[in-house]
């Protein structure tokens, strides 16, 4: 995917790359200490080889995590989300246990997310292309149906 290539199914054939963000609870700044990262990286890895999806790029800032995924078209982005989340979220209370003081209900993420869906192609450019595929394909209709015509008028007079 990086390179711009597509990802090959059984039965399709696509780019499913998306750029995720999420952040902690109450959006505390925790997200800086080396031993933290470190856990974080190692197990957004292993979520990504375990399920199949394809990390290009990931950035810890002190209060989210920006995350550059191609994901298999048998994953949604809100179960990708939720494999992250959940799986980091354990990693993180079993390697730095003092965060279950700061989170005492067992949560290291908020609810929410951002997610956006990233191609070598933009929206403007889809946009287009489809509407024009739809013009192209009418015009193409309307003069072989002129084309028909013409000789179904010939053939009459022979």
């Known amino acids: 995917m990086a390179s711009g290539g597509f990802v090959r199914g059984n039965h399709s054939v696509g780019i499913n790359a998306f750029h995720l963000e999420w952040c902690p609870k109450y959006r505390f700044d925790v997200l800086g200490g080396d031993l933290l990262r470190q856990v974080l990286r190692e197990s957004i890895l292993k979520t990504a080889a375990d399920y199949g999806m394809q990390v290009l790029a990931t950035e810890i800032s002190l209060d989210h995590i920006h995350l550059f995924v191609n994901l298999p078209p048998t994953l949604s982005v809100s179960f990708t989300l939720q494999l992250f989340k959940g799986r980091s979220s354990r990693d993180i209370f079993r390697e730095c246990p003092s965060f279950r003081k700061l989170y005492r209900k067992g949560h290291f993420w908020s ?8 191609s070598n192609v933009g929206a403007d450019t ?3 292309y489809i509407t024009e595929h739809r013009s192209k394909e009418l015009g193409e209709t309307v003069e072989s149906a002129r084309k028909e015509a013409e000789q179904l008028s010939l053939l009459s007079f022979v």
Do not use: A, L, M, P
């Open 111 to 118: 609810r929410g997310s951002f997610y956006r869906s990233v």
């Open 126 to 128: 889809v946009y287009r």
